[in-house]
């Protein structure tokens, strides 16, 4: 049972960001790529927020994000989106696939702890 | 063929790259990024190589390094990974995802002049690869040291091929973009 599922194919993005997540209370599941995202969050009903890279081998992140609320039909769970991209373009399809925000990398914890907070407890 | 303007362009945006990339988080006032010589000199055995494309020119950047302890210690600090727990495939992950925090900040400032721009994944190459540099008949090559407290010296080189002439211009003083911020939907 996990609150949060991370998932990026850098094995240091996904230690950095899961130990955070951890270190402050939540419980944290990961994905190497956007296949494995779907597998993890199919086989767990308590994830409520996604916090995914974009570029992975086997399935990026925006099409797992599409595939969530298509394929899955699950259109409760958040997806923020952490990357190195910052494209309009991609952006504009993370929208219309129904994702919550977008942070470009480096990850810095503090800066979005109190959202992804108040995203799990929603 | 790439103006002078670009090519200076193109220095800018790496050098200010890599301090936010190569440094944790914190101590980017410490640190120095110098242009360096020759690539000759740099002892260094491996090199994380990244391409940031555009229909109009590839902008090849290669990071030299050695594994040894002084560099473990050094990107296990960078990443907040415990230094003994680290096995040599999260060592080599870490200075993966290194070059490619960098690129990806260099690829996404190039964006700014280049809507159409894409990035490679990383790629680790012997050192000895270097000596081919000249047969991409690159425009533009620079050699870069980072040098930093605490850390060892890492050398980058950028190499930049053209497909159209290029001219467009960096403000060095602008800030940096802001990374790290949600932003929400």
């Known amino acids: ?122 | 063929m790439l103006s002078q303007s670009a090519k200076d362009g193109f220095d800018t945006l790496l050098m200010q790259s890599l301090k936010t990339s190569l440094t944790p988080s914190g101590e980017e006032s410490g640190v120095m990024v110098i242009a360096a010589e020759d690539a000759e000199a740099i002892a260094d055995s491996q090199i994380v190589v990244l391409t940031v494309s555009s229909y109009l020119f590839r902008a090849m950047v290669m990071f030299y390094f050695t594994p040894n302890a002084d560099t473990r210690a050094h990107f296990a600090r960078l990443n907040h990974l415990e230094l003994d727990a680290m096995s040599e495939q999260t060592f080599m992950d870490a200075i993966a995802e290194g070059g490619n925090l960098c690129c990806g900040i260099l690829n996404r400032d190039l964006g700014n002049f280049f809507p159409h721009i894409g990035m490679s994944t990383p790629n680790v190459i012997d050192k000895q690869c270097a000596s081919y540099l000249q047969k991409l008949n690159c425009e533009h090559i620079q050699h870069f040291a980072v040098e930093m407290p605490q850390s060892p010296r890492f050398y980058v080189s950028l190499c930049v091929s053209t497909y159209a002439d290029i001219d467009f211009e960096v403000d060095a003083n602008a800030a940096a973009s802001e990374t790290g911020e949600l932003e929400l939907f």
Do not use: H
């Not at chain 1, 402050?24 to 995914?52: C, E, H, P, Y």
């Not at chain 1, 259109?75 to 990357?83: D, E, G, Q, W």
């Open chain 1, 1 to 122: 049972m996990a609150q949060i599922l991370v998932v990026d194919d850098s094995s240091t993005v996904r230690a950095e960001v899961g130990d955070f997540l951890k270190k402050n209370g939540f419980d944290v599941a990961l994905a190497v790529d956007g296949r494995d995202g779907l597998t993890k969050l199919q086989g767990d009903a308590a994830i409520k927020l996604v916090v995914s890279d974009v570029n992975m081998p086997n399935m990026d992140g925006l099409t797992m994000a599409e595939k969530i609320r298509s394929e899955l039909g699950n259109a409760k769970v958040s997806i923020i989106m952490l990357t190195t991209e910052n494209s309009p373009l991609m952006k504009e399809r993370g929208k219309a696939a129904g994702i919550k925000g977008w942070i470009v990398k480096p990850f810095k914890g503090d800066a979005v702890l109190a959202t992804f907070k108040k995203l799990v407890e929603a």
